[in-house]
């Protein structure tokens, strides 16, 4: 398995817009809080959001299904490329989410989104004073964040046994906690 600092130069060498490279760094900050809250592994979770979206700027017709190729070339396993294959389940693949692993990055992808664009509107611009509540009124608000797909978010929730307002609230602590610089 390939470093967290190979796999940022990966993501990197895939993409320049900073704003996904950010959301990047951002579904890791997810990915590992919820791996460390199932004793999971922590750095491969976190590689996992750190990648999922490896493709999405240079091939976005072949969203998935190019990351899959360019991850097998760098040595990722197959439970990886599943994992991030079955983000794009009802959307661009027709792998459903499974494990803890899966349904976990299914559940933040779309919310740490929605979470970002939040914080942007904030008079403070930080994630600190981001409560549940703001995001919930944003999420009803059909029209901001509007690429933010409020179903997957739900069905996310649902997968993971867990309230909207509870997955919120875990996405924003995981956020506030990042070791990394996550932009918010």
Known sequence: MPSREEALELLKQYNENPALIQHGLQVEACMRYFAKKQNADIEYWGILGLLHDLDYEKYPNEHCYKALEIL???GYDDIFIRAMMSHGWGICTDIEPLSDMEKSLYAVDELSGLVNACV????????KDLSVKSVKKKFKQKSFASGVNRDIVQNGAKMLNMELDELISEVITAMRESEFDIGV
Request: hydrophobic share 35%; no cysteine.
């Open 72 to 74: 097998k070339a760098n």
């Open 120 to 127: 942007l509107v904030r008079p403070s611009k930080s994630i």
